[in-house]
Each structure stands twice: as C-alpha cells, then as structure tokens.
C-alpha cells in the first residue's frame, strides 16, 4: 500500500536545483509534520528539513539552511524540497516522512510513515 511517494531526483552539476516533490496517497497518510531525510552512502540518516501541514511551520538542519525550501500543498496533499546552491556533499537518497502530533521535527525515530526515497547526485 503506497502512502508517500517522492519524485524530482536526478543528477545535477554543483550550485545547480532541485526540487523534489511528496505525495500523501491519502489526506490521514499526511500526518501532523512532512520531514525530509537524507542518507549517503556509509552515513546515517540525517534531518534535513520538515514542515507543519497546519501552520506551515518549517524546521531546517544547519547544512541546509539558506540553501533548501520545504513547502506544502494541501489540496494536493503534497510537500516539496526545493534545493538551491547544491553541492556534492549533499548527495545522497532523499526520504520524505510523516510524524503525528507531538512527534520531534528533527528525530527520524518519531516519524510513521516513509517514502521510498529519491536519489540526488551532485557532481561535475
């Protein structure tokens, strides 16, 4: 059964875009926050961003922040990532995550639902 299915992947040069897109199957698969992970290669999963459906409340790592947009759609039951100013260490798979009320923005443990992640490769 799909709940949350990322898209917008691909390869791109250093200091290029991306912008990747989640979508919730269904409206209860939306969940209280949409996080954004990331894992590369030989590294742990790391917090890159996350969102509240309700007030819009973002949330960012420092690695990221100035550099990456996380916004919502919620007609569309959707979240995206929109990166800027890419660079090689950020490469990795790129997993979108719900969390219910209460859970922690940046704790991957406190979210319930996953997507199947994106790879994002970025190199010259």
């Known amino acids: 059964q799909v709940q949350l299915v990322e898209s917008g992947g691909g390869w791109v040069q250093p200091g290029g875009s991306l912008r990747l897109s989640c979508a919730a199957s269904?409206?209860?698969?939306?969940?209280?926050?949409a996080g954004w992970f990331r894992q590369a290669p030989g590294k742990e999963r790391e917090f890159v961003a996350a969102i509240s459906w309700g007030w819009g409340n973002t949330f960012y790592s420092d690695a990221v922040k100035g550099r990456f947009t996380t916004s919502r759609d919620n007609s569309k039951n959707t979240v995206y990532l929109q990166m800027n100013s890419l660079k090689p260490e950020d490469t990795a798979v790129y997993y979108c995550?719900?969390?219910?009320?209460?859970?922690?923005?940046?704790?991957?443990?406190?979210?319930?639902?996953w997507g199947q992640g994106t790879q994002v490769t970025v190199s010259s």
């Open positions: 269904a409206r209860s698969f939306r969940g209280f926050l």
């Open positions: 995550a719900s969390a219910p009320r209460g859970a922690r923005a940046t704790v991957g443990n406190d979210y319930d639902y």
